[in-house]
T-cell receptor, first 112, second 110 residues
């Protein structure tokens, strides 16, 4: 089945800890994205990648880092510099940046 | 002014009625418009995309776009309780980034 997978479904972070969220797609899409969703707010773009080995900051990149070493994979690291990491994290992909985006199932990050 | 604005609702309609969801956007050069449905605790799923003025129909869903008024809407005919969800309007503008509204919560009453 073609699609986007995210893992884990739930993730708990201790203070001062870096955690990495996984996103994999087998749709052969060039572009991939990370969004954060907080209650009562729309999705906000953290980082996006138009092509392998390239990525750009979105609107709220501070405290996050990404890599794009393979077309299929776009992991997001939430660093200890992100002081309010509790949110629903959504990964998406599209054929290119101007095309329709499709979302993975999401990872809910909670702080212990 | 927010880039993409939606009434947060809740919009309550009886089963079988037409639900009308509205969205306005601020970037006049926007070319691509999307409606996503998001059930509580789940990720958004694409309902419709629309790129040119007028109506686009897909089953019980109709998207309407008016670029002159910077307005896009989604009509859901014969609303069902399973349509109860948050509907997100999203627009790709001059920056080529997808900008989301905060969503309208739809509640279909049996």
């Amino acid at each position: 089945d073609g699609g986007i997978t995210q893992s884990p479904k739930y993730l708990f972070r201790k203070e001062g800890q870096n955690v990495t969220l996984s996103c994999e797609q087998n749709l052969n899409h060039d572009a991939m994205y990370w969004y954060r969703q907080d209650p009562g707010q729309g999705l906000r773009l953290i980082y996006y990648s138009q092509i392998v080995n390239d990525f750009q900051k979105g609107d709220i990149a501070e405290g996050y880092s990404v890599s794009r070493e393979k077309k299929e994979s776009f992991p997001l690291t939430v660093t200890s510099a992100q002081k309010n990491p509790t949110a629903f994290y959504l990964c998406a992909s599209s054929i290119s940046v101007k095309e329709t985006q499709y979302f993975g199932p999401g990872t809910r990050l909670l702080v212990l | 002014q927010k880039e993409v604005e939606q009434n947060s609702g809740p919009l309550s309609v009886p089963e079988g009625a037409i639900a009308s969801l509205n969205c306005t956007y601020s970037d006049r050069v926007s070319q691509s418009f999307f409606w996503y449905r998001q059930y509580s605790g789940k990720s958004p799923e694409l309902i419709m995309s629309i790129y040119s003025n007028g109506d686009k129909e897909d089953g019980r869903f109709t998207a309407q776009l008016n670029k002159a008024s910077q307005y896009v809407s989604l009509l859901i005919r014969d609303s069902q309780p399973s349509d109860s969800a948050t509907y997100l309007c999203a627009v790709i503008g001059a920056t080529n980034k997808l900008i989301f509204g905060t969503g309208t919560l739809l509640a279909v009453q049996p």
